[in-house]
C-alpha cells in the first residue's frame, strides 16, 4: 500500500496544518504553535496508522516533518506579515496608556487643589 491508497489522509492533513497555521499565525499570533501542533498530531497519526494500513511508521514520520517544516515557513511568512501592525498597535496602545496616565494626574492635581480650599 502506498500514499496513493489514503489520498483523503493526505488532503485532510494538508487542510488541516494550513488552516492551523491560519488560526494560530494570523489571528491569535502563536506564530510556533501551528508547527509544534502539526508535528504533534501527525507523529501521533503515524504510529496509529500502520495498525490500519498496510504503510510503515518511517514514510508517514518524514511526512509529518515536511508538514511540519512548510507549516514553519508559513509562520515565518505570517510573522513578518503582521510585525509592522502588531508594532503600530503597541505604539497606539502605548501612546493612549500614556494620555491616560496624564490625564489620571492632571484630575487627581485638580481634586487635590478644588479639595483644599
Same mark, same amino acid.
Given at each position: ?6 489520498? =483523503? ?6 487542510? &488541516? ?7 494560530? &499565525? ?15 498530531? #501527525? ?18 514520520? &518524514? ?8 507549516? #514553519? ?14 508594532? *503600530?498597535?503597541? *505604539? ?19 481634586? =487635590? ?5
Amino acid at each position: 500500500m502506498s500514499y496513493t491508497d489514503i489520498p =483523503n489522509f493526505l488532503l485532510i492533513t494538508i487542510i &488541516g496544518m494550513l488552516l492551523l497555521s491560519l488560526v494560530f &499565525g494570523l489571528f491569535m499570533n502563536k506564530f510556533i504553535l501551528a508547527p509544534v501542533f502539526t508535528f504533534i498530531v #501527525l507523529a501521533i497519526c503515524a504510529f496509529i496508522l500502520p495498525n490500519f494500513f498496510d504503510i510503515k511508521y518511517p514514510a508517514l514520520l &518524514g511526512y509529518a516533518v515536511f508538514l511540519t517544516v512548510i507549516s #514553519l515557513i508559513l509562520s515565518a511568512i505570517f510573522w513578518y506579515v503582521t510585525k509592522d501592525s502588531r508594532d *503600530r498597535k503597541r *505604539r497606539e496602545r502605548r501612546a493612549a496608556e500614556e494620555r491616560q496616565a496624564f490625564e489620571d494626574k492632571q484630575n487627581r492635581a485638580r481634586y =487635590n487643589d478644588t479639595d483644599v480650599r
